[in-house]
């Protein structure tokens, strides 16, 4: 499985930014699909997530700012991100979860000046 994520950039504080993460490879059925960052000098936090069994959740510094969602087939995962601030900037990486592992994309970098 490949994971391949889209859509970062450079926006001002307020702006909104879409991320989009596509799995391509061996067909695997996915149970958990999400987001997490990671800021220079800070460890990877989780964003957000939507999983099968639990649905959806969301670090406290996105809620109702940051939407996730994802394809009925399970394939690609967005994260609509919303009133952006500076504190949002880190490299963003999308993450699957499957019975026989996760797999990681490779980041993209959001970028958020005040």
């Known amino acids: 499985v490949q994971l391949q994520a889209s859509g970062g950039g450079l926006v001002q504080a307020g702006e909104s930014l879409r991320l989009s993460c596509a799995a391509s490879?061996?067909?695997?059925?996915?149970?958990?699909m999400g987001w997490y960052r990671q800021a220079p000098g800070k460890e990877r936090e989780l964003v957000a997530r939507t999983s099968r069994s639990v649905g959806t959740n969301y670090a406290d510094s996105v809620k109702g700012r940051f939407t996730i969602s994802r394809d009925s087939a399970w394939k690609t995962v967005y994260l609509q991100m919303n009133s952006l601030k500076p504190e949002d900037t880190a490299v963003y990486y999308c993450?699957?979860?499957?019975?026989?592992?996760?797999?990681w994309g490779q980041g993209t970098q959001v970028t958020v000046s005040s």
């Open positions: 490879g061996t067909v695997v059925r996915f149970n958990t």
């Open positions: 993450n699957v979860k499957s019975a026989w592992g996760e797999v």
